[in-house]
């Protein structure tokens, strides 16, 4: 395993929002973030530095959170750790991705419906405009959405599968490995590569995903702060 390969997956919102992303970025300073609308992921560099966390401060505003991916030193003093959780990232290069006969790809007007299965299920971070990261295919029963899965992070070469979820009704049926074998299919007809996050003691999920064919790549941790109400953003300089 390449150390190039390790790198591009080590801090994948920071390569997805310097690369394919890119078109989506909001950027401060070295700090980078998807609008809050499609994700809550922020990107710092390696070894930020007080003026990056000073960044992503005046991008999320006083009160808001930001989520980070694999970050594992301390938010700076007087801010909140909302949640810090240890994951694991699996990759699947030798994944056989095949497309479902049931799955339908869902679109803008399948958002409302979207949005309330991942409240039911609590997937991870899915908002109104996640849609636009790439592309969601989900199964209906009886004209229900009761599964889905679909694209996230795209660092170069690879594409994150996310939002992984099936309606308590109907789980055992196999829906949630179908619908992400689908997924990985149309990753791997672009000739890229799907990988995976998820919580470290989700272990029902990564058993699932093991047995598609992923393989454990590294662990991770995913940190949620939250920017101090008092924080006020530095004065503007004057015009010269």
């Known amino acids: 395993m390449s150390k190039a390969y390790e790198q591009v997956l080590d801090n994948p919102a920071w390569t997805a929002l310097t690369g394919p992303q890119a078109r989506l970025a909001e950027q401060r300073g070295r700090v980078l973030r998807y609008p809050a609308e499609v994700a809550p992921w922020v990107a710092l560099p390696e070894d930020p530095e007080p003026a990056d966390w000073a960044d992503i401060a005046a991008l999320a505003g006083p009160g808001n959170e930001a989520l980070l991916i694999g970050f594992r030193g301390p938010a700076p003093e007087g801010w909140e750790t909302v949640f810090r959780a240890e994951g694991v990232q699996l990759v699947g290069p030798d994944v056989a991705g095949a497309p479902d006969p049931e799955a339908v790809r869902l679109g803008p007007a399948d958002v409302p419906e979207m949005l309330d299965l991942v409240a039911r299920t609590r997937p991870g971070p899915f908002r109104a405009r996640t849609l636009e990261l790439g592309t969601y295919l989900g199964i209906r029963r009886d004209g229900a959405l009761v ?24 789980r055992g049926q196999g829906l949630a490995g179908r619908l992400v074998l689908a997924v990985a299919h149309g990753i791997q007809e672009r000739g890229e590569t799907p990988f995976l996050q998820a919580a470290a003691d989700n272990t029902g999920a990564i058993r699932l995903y093991e047995a598609l064919g992923f393989r454990l790549h590294r662990s991770t941790v995913f940190l949620g702060t939250r920017v101090p109400e008092d924080l006020l953003e530095p004065a503007a300089q004057p015009a010269l």
């Open 147 to 170: 599964a889905m899965a679909g694209e996230r992070l795209r660092p170069p070469g690879w594409t994150e599968i996310s939002a992984v979820c099936t309606d308590p009704s109907v």
